[in-house]
């Protein structure tokens, strides 16, 4: 549907679709947020997101069920940390979640899949030995190579990724034992994960040990590489990065287990941007291997090392004296030697790239003892499991809760406040701060106040939550004050659409505890239309939960991202203010529990219309249930809705059904009525079971549903396999 301009009687068209701006390197927000537990950790959140979006494709997902071996449950996430920022042309690090999904028992079927040109996620269900001894796979770009719980283990050898390839996921591995019998092995270069000039690459929770040379390269200007969650063992040298003059990497290393290596900890040289934040370097005793040294900062890397625990180590923290390492929170044990940090580049944070969450350095040990490394139940979320054994969780706003298990489930959490005391200051920034293609939940928690803003939530950040955090609803007020032909800053008018205060592009949204408003004064603004929407939605499972959305004209656009597409919302415990079309759209929504308010017109008259579907025909539209509808207006004087063939489309269908509702005096007793040409009769309008005084018998003027009828309008018919829960 294309923005319109029409009369004040008529509702208006969704918007033109809106266009972004990256930046020079990254496409980011201008911040990014820092608490909560670690995104791409969230297995059925994943799993879900995977799914209930298509990103397999109806074959892609017929061949996935029928699968020799089950799909780990979380084979189908995205990449934290670096690996997660949109930029050279990837948006993120998602491996081959578009592809097929194929289970691997032999060498020459990894090989097969891994060096394929189109995406693949290859589960390794088995223990596949390398030959010859050191060979290394040369993994092509858009590849997931995951683990079957633990039986999937390489021998003898590991991957390589070259020049240019990208969106590459390695997880759940056990990687092992290409050792050669030499300690600091000169001969052969055989490594776990080798990667020379990759891009967006994610390795997580694997078990690298006992090679020949490193356990894993990341070489040659190889950036956007995240490594987390990995135990790293039984090497000379752990973890390498840099082998170039370019200082353009990007890389994140975060809860890895490096125990039992000497060197290289990791060693990172000429890297931009190089974020380490609790890992656990262990010096065993007891054992021939000694440490020479722990983390390193070489060249002209620039180095922010942050809650880690260092263990027996020597040296634990070196840095070049061209390099500049910046120090948070890392505790020492029993460690000796150098232990270092300054220099004189330009200070950065990480929360300008990506969300991350920092775990106490004290309970990092145990924390990463049970949590690093494959996990043996296909179906356990890694994150839950690991932080189980910690009794505390601290954000990096400094809020500390007991009791790791609720912790694990919580979501990722921002904080808003317009007087400084928060993350951001405001909405925007903290959506902003999202990383594209999140798989879990992030709640923006604003605190009370006015904020007179834009929000724009995109359909690459879905499972994000806003919530006001005051004791009311009222509490929290997101406003602006847009319609459609108020002129935009660039050039051109918006459209209705357009004009919403908050619009939400992305899947399973939720707005919980706040107001959100369009304050557009039609009086003084009578020469463009009225149409001024608070808050648009055109995503799938939507959920409004104890909201305020008030407006005039168009105050609650709930459309769907295209005419083909299902788009879901779910409103209970609100209100919703407006008088002409103030509920619309071509979403399959639902009123439920709520109160439906209306309003006079700008010049004091009564009239009005309470919905305006404009359904495509075999989908369900606008339902009220349980709820109530009043205001301080005439008697008489309210539809409760009219058809809405939006841009004339005769193929619409438009439904609302009005249920177990109390409708005040207000409403007309014949509620339904035609618009631009087209018969409600035509459509589907009903009532059923109403009360009050502007329930009514049924006429041929006032449909009601039967018994039998009413059973298939229920809430549940509506939401379908969606469950709305607040989170």
């Known amino acids: 549907m294309s923005e319109h301009r029409r009369t004040s009687s008529e509702p208006a068209g969704t918007p033109a679709p809106a266009t972004g701006s990256a930046g020079p390197r990254h496409r980011r927000g201008r911040k990014a947020l820092t608490a909560g537990v670690p995104f791409v950790l969230i297995a059925a959140g994943a799993l879900a997101?995977?799914?209930?979006?298509?990103?397999?494709?109806?074959?892609?997902?017929?061949?996935?069920?029928?699968?020799?071996?089950?799909?780990?449950?979380?084979?189908?996430?995205?990449?934290?940390?670096?690996?997660?920022?949109?930029?050279?042309?990837?948006?993120?690090?998602?491996?081959?979640r578009d592809g097929r999904t194929v289970t691997v028992r032999t060498l020459a079927d990894l090989e097969k899949y891994a060096t394929a040109a189109e995406p693949y996620v290859i589960v390794v269900a088995a223990t596949i030995t390398m030959d010859p001894v050191g060979k290394e796979i040369k993994v092509q770009s858009n590849k997931t190579i995951v683990g079957s719980g633990t039986a999937g283990q390489i021998v003898g050898g590991g991957f390589f990724l070259g020049q240019g390839v990208h969106n590459v996921i390695l997880r759940n591995l056990t990687i092992r034992d290409a050792y050669q019998g030499v300690w600091n092995d000169k001969e052969h270069d055989y490594d776990g994960v080798q990667m020379d000039g990759a891009h967006h690459v994610w390795i997580d929770h694997n078990d690298i040990r006992h090679m020949a040379d490193g356990l894993i390269d990341?070489?040659?200007?190889?950036?956007?590489?995240?490594?987390?969650?990995?135990?790293?063992?039984?090497?000379?040298?752990?973890?390498?990065?840099?082998?170039?003059?370019?200082?353009?990497?990007?890389?994140?290393?975060?809860?890895n287990w490096i125990r039992e290596t000497e060197q290289r900890n990791p060693s990172t040289d000429n890297v931009a941007h190089a974020h380490l934040y609790n890992n656990f370097l262990e010096d065993v005793a007891g054992t021939d291997i000694k440490s020479s040294y722990g983390d390193y900062a070489r060249g002209r890397t620039n180095m922010v090392l942050e809650n880690s625990c260092f263990q027996g180590m020597t040296n634990p923290v070196i840095r070049d004296a061209t390099a500049t390492l910046v120090q948070r929170g890392n505790v020492f044990s029993g460690t000796s030697g150098r232990n270092e940090s300054g220099g004189t580049g330009a200070a950065w944070d990480p929360r300008t790239y990506y969300p991350y969450t920092l775990d106490k350095a004290a309970d990092v040990p145990a924390l990463l003892k049970s949590g690093a490394g494959p996990r043996s139940s296909i179906g356990t979320t890694p994150t839950a499991a690991a932080r189980a054994t910690s009794a505390t969780t601290t954000t990096t706003a400094g809020a500390t809760t007991k009791g790791a298990a609720a912790q694990a489930a919580a979501a990722t959490t921002i904080t808003v406040a317009k007087d400084g005391s928060g993350q951001y200051t405001t909405v925007q920034a903290a959506v902003n701060a999202v990383p594209a293609n999140n798989p879990s939940r992030v709640v923006i928690a604003v605190k009370p106040g006015t904020y007179r803003e834009l929000v724009k939530v995109p359909s690459d950040k879905p499972h994000v939550t806003i919530r006001g955090t005051g004791g009311s609803r009222k509490d929290t007020t997101i406003v602006y004050n847009n319609a459609s032909g108020t002129p935009k800053p660039g050039g051109g008018t918006y459209g209705t659409g357009g004009s919403a205060t908050v619009a939400v592009e992305a899947d399973d949204f939720q707005a919980r505890n706040l107001t959100i408003s369009n304050d557009f004064d039609e009086g003084a603004h009578q020469d463009i239309a009225g149409q001024a929407v608070a808050l648009r939605t055109a995503a799938d499972k939507v959920f409004l939960d104890g909201v305020i959305v008030s407006g005039d004209q168009d105050t609650l656009l709930v459309d769907t991202a295209a005419k083909e597409r299902l788009g879901r919302v779910y409103m209970s415990d609100s209100y919703v203010v407006g008088n002409v079309d103030f509920i619309f759209g071509r979403a399959t929504a639902v009123i439920h529990k709520s109160v439906i308010t209306l309003k006079k017109r700008w010049n004091g008259t009564s009239a009005g219309y309470v919905t305006a579907p404009s359904t495509a025909a075999g989908r369900k539209g606008i339902l009220i249930a349980d709820s109530t509808v009043n205001g301080d207006v005439s008697d008489r004087s309210f539809y409760l809705g009219r058809p809405w063939h939006a841009?004339?489309?005769?193929?619409?269908?438009?439904?609302?059904?009005?249920?177990?509702?109390?409708?005040?005096?207000?409403?007309?007793?014949?509620?339904?009525?035609?618009?631009?040409?087209?018969?409600?009769?035509?459509?589907?309008?009903?009532?059923?079971?109403?009360?009050?005084?502007?329930?009514?018998?049924?006429?041929?003027?006032?449909?009601?549903?039967?018994?039998?009828?009413?059973?298939?309008?229920?809430?549940?018919?509506?939401?379908?396999?969606?469950?709305?829960?607040?989170?």
């Open 49 to 96: 997101y995977g799914t209930d979006l298509g990103v397999l494709g109806a074959a892609g997902q017929a061949r996935a069920a029928a699968a020799t071996a089950a799909v780990p449950a979380w084979a189908t996430a995205s990449a934290d940390g670096f690996a997660s920022v949109d930029a050279l042309g990837q948006n993120g690090t998602y491996g081959g």
């Open 218 to 255: 990341s070489r040659k200007d190889t950036t956007y590489l995240t490594v987390s969650w990995n135990k790293l063992s039984q090497e000379n040298k752990a973890f390498g990065i840099g082998w170039t003059d370019n200082v353009t990497a990007d890389i994140t290393v975060h809860h």
């Open 647 to 727: 841009g004339g489309d005769a193929s619409l269908d438009p439904q609302a059904t009005v249920r177990d509702t109390t409708l005040s005096a207000a409403i007309r007793t014949a509620p339904w009525t035609d618009m631009s040409g087209f018969s409600w009769r035509d459509d589907r309008f009903a009532e059923y079971r109403n009360k009050g005084a502007g329930a009514g018998a049924a006429s041929t003027d006032r449909p009601q549903l039967t018994a039998a009828q009413a059973a298939g309008q229920e809430v549940a018919d509506w939401l379908g396999d969606w469950t709305p829960s607040p989170s």
